[in-house]
């Protein structure tokens, strides 16, 4: 597509209910990225995938998190259990990483705000 | 640890004043640097970025960074600005030695132009 596409926009979740955000990015983006924004702040890394593979998942903040890639286009980042402290946008950025290494532009999506009563 | 800080987090602005926001980071190696700014409603966008050569680097709608090495500074700048130009402003950083480009963001700073 021409850009990186996210849904839902927005999200409310009653607390310990499971979540499912999803990923499109542009074609031919080898690299995705997942951020998550709280109120006020800037983004913090989640995690990122290179394809299929997912290279780092240092930013997932617990065992609750959990992003898949599988055919190395199309991601999602599930929540289970959501809690009051997962309210955020979660941002999905993808780049031509192989293309040009370190030299890396994001593309962003517009995000999907989640919100966890 | 790598980190980036953005020296204001509200700046309050009339139309044709000159805009100057503040960013340091906080890192051990080589790095690449951006700007992004997010506008009420839409999704973050690069505004400009640095690699390498002249540290003067010039972006788009009239916006223009000067990065200076020694004080670890990439500082965004322009000569007068627009109502239009009323957004949220990212400072970011990543490694040139991580071939995948984790980014690291400062907290952003609220522009305000007002007519």
């Known amino acids: 597509g021409a850009g990186v596409s996210q849904s839902p926009r927005y999200k409310v979740a009653k607390r310990g209910q499971d979540v499912a955000l999803r990923c499109d990015p542009i074609?031919?983006?080898?690299?995705l990225f997942w951020y998550q924004q709280a109120l006020g702040q800037g983004p913090e890394f989640l995690t990122y995938?290179?394809?299929?593979?997912?290279?780092?998942k240092s930013g997932l903040p617990s065992d609750r998190f959990f992003a898949e890639r599988p055919e190395g286009s199309v991601s999602t980042l599930k929540i289970q259990r959501t809690q009051q402290e997962d309210s955020a946008v979660y941002l999905c950025?993808?780049?031509?990483?192989?293309?040009?290494?370190?030299?890396?532009?994001?593309?962003f999506g517009a995000g999907s705000r989640l919100t966890v009563l | 640890a790598q980190s980036v800080s953005q020296h204001n987090h509200h700046v309050i602005l009339s139309e044709a004043a000159s805009l100057e926001l503040g960013c340091n980071y906080s890192?051990?190696?080589?790095?690449?640097l951006f700007w992004y700014v997010q506008y009420p409603g839409q999704h973050l966008q690069l505004l400009l970025k640095?690699?390498?050569?002249?540290?003067l680097v010039k972006g788009i709608k009239g916006f223009e960074a000067e990065f200076i090495k020694s004080k670890f500074s990439f500082n965004l700048r322009k000569p007068s600005v627009q109502w239009s130009d009323t957004a949220e402003y990212f400072c970011?950083?990543?490694?040139?030695?991580?071939?995948?480009?984790?980014?690291?963001f400062g907290a952003g700073t609220q522009v305000v132009v007002t007519p």
């Open positions: 074609s031919g983006h080898v690299s």
């Open positions: 890192y051990g190696g080589t790095v690449n």
């Open positions: 970011a950083v990543n490694d040139k030695a991580d071939s995948w480009g984790k980014f690291q």
């Open positions: 640095y690699f390498s050569g002249d540290p």
């Open positions: 995938f290179q394809n299929e593979a997912q290279l780092d």
């Open positions: 950025a993808s780049s031509l990483a192989r293309v040009t290494p370190g030299l890396n532009v994001l593309t």
